[in-house]
Structures are given as C-alpha cells and as structure tokens.
C-alpha cells in the first residue's frame, strides 16, 4: 500500500521518493497526492502573505508576487508535466491533421505557437481568479485534488490512443474499484469544504471530464498521456472559475 502511494507521488510530483514505477493501485492515491500538492499551495500563499513585506495591497487584497509564486510553486514541484501534455494537447487537436499526423506533432518534443498561446492563457486565467478570491485554501486544495482524481476518472472512461507509452500503461490497469475509491475520497474532501455545493462541484467536473475523453477519441481514438495532463491542467482551472462563480 506504501508502495503504491509512493509510486504515485513519484509520478505525479518532483519528489525523489524511490523508482518511478507505475502500479495498479497507485491511481488510488492520485488524489491523495492532489490533496498534499494543495497544501503545499495553502502554506505557500500563508507565509507569502504572513510573513513577507508584500504581503497585502492598499485594499488588504493578496499581493499579485504571492499569486504568481503560488502557480510557480505548482509548476516546480509536478515538474511541468501536465502543462506540458496541454501544450502538445493543444499542439495536436487544434493542428487540422489526421489522427496519425495528430499524434506524431504530439510525440513532438517542439512546442508550436498555439500550445504557447494555449498556455499563456491557461496560466494568465488561473493568475487573475486567483487575484480575485481572498480566501484560497479551499480553491488551492480542491483545484489540486479533484484534477488529479479526474486523471483517474478519465483512465476508468478510456481507451488508450497509441500502442505504448505512459498513458497506455495507466490505462491497461484501469480498475472499477480503485476508481472508485479515488472518488469517493474526493468527493468527501469536496463536501467537507463545500458541503452541498461541493457535490455540484463533482458533477460538473465529471461531466466535463467524459466530454473532453468524448472529443479526444474523436480525434485520436483515444487518449494518451498528453491527454490526460490536459484533463488535469483544464479541470484545475475549471475549479477556479467555480470559486470564482459562486464567491
């Protein structure tokens, strides 16, 4: 069981926690690795704005600085890999070509100019909600865990697109009951913060999670590894906006 959340943490975060290896039951602690990387963000925002001279504008709003280094800190500590499977994402999709073509600009290690459009704009939406919502510790910890347990929820839905690589792998272990478990444990960390709003909350996330798995096996007849870091980084911002919304 150890095993499996370190396989998880391993794959998901930065952290040199032992071998990366890919395990059946890790998906279980996909949100679960959500959750901690949300903390990380909760304490980041605290010291930032506790402790430092920038701390509050002239409105006792959070400083912009700490905002900023919140989404840095995001970035640095998943090591760019679900922002980056957007951009490819974004790269392959939106480029006209047929499946084949697809996959092969998303096998790509070359960025195109809309992944770099595509993300500036991902990071400058999720900078300005951020700016707008004066209490983030439960934005920071549900953006975190509910896209993380959409990864899993996207493997359960999918078929995978290629004949190898990361995705594939995840996919060839999908199983009922670790997905089931996974939501579960999101759902209730949902609900503890949000109570009755926080089951709408998981309902608009999953319905957004089978559309995007709909749209990518149009595209490509599946998905891969890129896909589902797209899911993620689309789903983080989908929570934002929902804060955004009901703030």
């Given at each position: 069981m150890f095993n499996d959340f370190l396989s998880a943490l391993s794959f998901l975060t930065i952290l040199p926690v032992g071998k990366r290896e890919i395990?059946?039951?890790?998906?279980?602690?996909?949100?679960?690795?959500?959750?901690?990387?949300?903390?990380?963000?909760?304490?980041?925002n605290f010291f930032l704005t506790k402790f430092f001279p920038f701390k509050v504008n002239l409105q006792g709003e959070p400083s912009s600085?700490?905002?900023?280094?919140?989404?840095?800190?995001?970035?640095?500590?998943?090591?760019?890999?679900?922002?980056?499977g957007f951009a490819d994402t974004v790269d392959g999709f939106f480029s006209g070509k047929n499946r084949d073509e697809i996959l092969g600009i998303m096998d790509d290690p070359r960025i195109g100019t809309r992944a770099v459009v595509a993300v500036f704009f991902l990071l400058l939406f999720q900078f300005l909600i951020l700016e707008k919502l004066k209490f983030k510790y439960q934005p920071l910890i549900l953006m975190a865990t509910i896209s993380r347990s959409a990864m899993v929820l996207a493997i359960l839905l999918a078929?995978?697109?290629?004949?190898?690589?990361?995705?594939?792998?995840?996919?060839?272990?999908?199983?009922?009951?670790?997905?089931?478990?996974?939501?579960?444990?999101?759902?209730?960390?949902?609900?503890?913060?949000l109570q009755f709003k926080g089951v709408l909350l998981i309902l608009i996330t999953a319905i957004l999670v089978y559309l995007m798995?709909?749209?990518?096996?149009?595209?490509?007849?599946?998905?891969?590894?890129?896909?589902?870091?797209?899911?993620?980084?689309?789903?983080q911002l989908c929570v934002l906006f929902f804060f955004l919304f009901f703030s």
């Amino acid at each position: 069981m150890f095993n499996d959340f370190l396989s998880a943490l391993s794959f998901l975060t930065i952290l040199p926690v032992g071998k990366r290896e890919i395990r059946r039951n890790s998906l279980i602690y996909f949100p679960v690795v959500g959750l901690l990387i949300g903390i990380l963000l909760v304490l980041v925002n605290f010291f930032l704005t506790k402790f430092f001279p920038f701390k509050v504008n002239l409105q006792g709003e959070p400083s912009s600085i700490a905002n900023l280094s919140i989404l840095l800190i995001l970035i640095l500590i998943t090591g760019g890999l679900h922002i980056d499977g957007f951009a490819d994402t974004v790269d392959g999709f939106f480029s006209g070509k047929n499946r084949d073509e697809i996959l092969g600009i998303m096998d790509d290690p070359r960025i195109g100019t809309r992944a770099v459009v595509a993300v500036f704009f991902l990071l400058l939406f999720q900078f300005l909600i951020l700016e707008k919502l004066k209490f983030k510790y439960q934005p920071l910890i549900l953006m975190a865990t509910i896209s993380r347990s959409a990864m899993v929820l996207a493997i359960l839905l999918a078929e995978p697109a290629k004949n190898q690589g990361v995705g594939r792998i995840f996919l060839e272990m999908k199983d009922y009951s670790v997905a089931l478990i996974a939501g579960l444990f999101t759902l209730g960390i949902t609900i503890f913060f949000l109570q009755f709003k926080g089951v709408l909350l998981i309902l608009i996330t999953a319905i957004l999670v089978y559309l995007m798995v709909k749209y990518s096996n149009k595209k490509i007849g599946g998905i891969t590894g890129d896909v589902l870091g797209a899911i993620n980084e689309i789903i983080q911002l989908c929570v934002l906006f929902f804060f955004l919304f009901f703030s």
